[in-house]
């Protein structure tokens, strides 16, 4: 119970692996820009008390293992994520005036998965992540 948290009256381990896709998964545009669209997405962690315990920044997506205290239910904090991240890419990266795919960067839906006993596995996934993406394209230029 070493990793739990306390607060005033709970003790949690409340562990997401989540994935999210920008609108459009145009991966000339966020492959430039993912290393910065990290560095926003920590901050916004860190201003809400959650922790990243791993992320990756693939070319298309991003995996994330996020510690979320319970106060925050999963949906309000990757709403919060999402949105307040568009707007901070949009305002300090795109330096575009107006919108830019329609006030959005995100896709609407998102894929999360509660973590269990099992979080090393997590962790090593989205750390392969690259090396697991180089080897499916590389098996699909061999078949053909």
């Known amino acids: 119970m070493k990793d739990w948290q306390s607060q005033a009256h709970v003790k ?10 920008p609108k459009y998964r145009k991966k000339a545009l966020y492959e430039r820009l993912r290393g910065k669209i990290g560095k926003i997405l920590r901050e916004l962690c860190r201003q809400k008390e ?28 990757l709403g919060y994520l999402k949105g ?3 707007i901070r890419i ?27 006993l099992d979080e090393s596995a997590i962790r090593e996934y989205i750390q392969d ?16």
């Open 129 to 144: 992540q690259e090396q697991r993406q180089k080897d499916q394209e590389q098996d699909e230029l061999n078949v053909t």
């Open 90 to 116: 949009h305002r300090d990266l795109s330096r575009v005036k107006g919108t830019l795919f329609g006030r959005s960067f995100w896709s609407r839906g998102y894929c999360v998965s509660t973590v269990g």
């Open 84 to 86: 307040k991240s568009a």
């Open 50 to 77: 959650i922790e990243l315990l791993e992320g990756k920044a693939m070319p298309d997506h991003v995996h994330m293992l996020l510690s979320v205290p319970p106060r925050y239910s999963i949906a309000m904090t």
């Open 12 to 21: 949690c381990k409340c562990k997401y692996h989540i994935v999210i896709l």
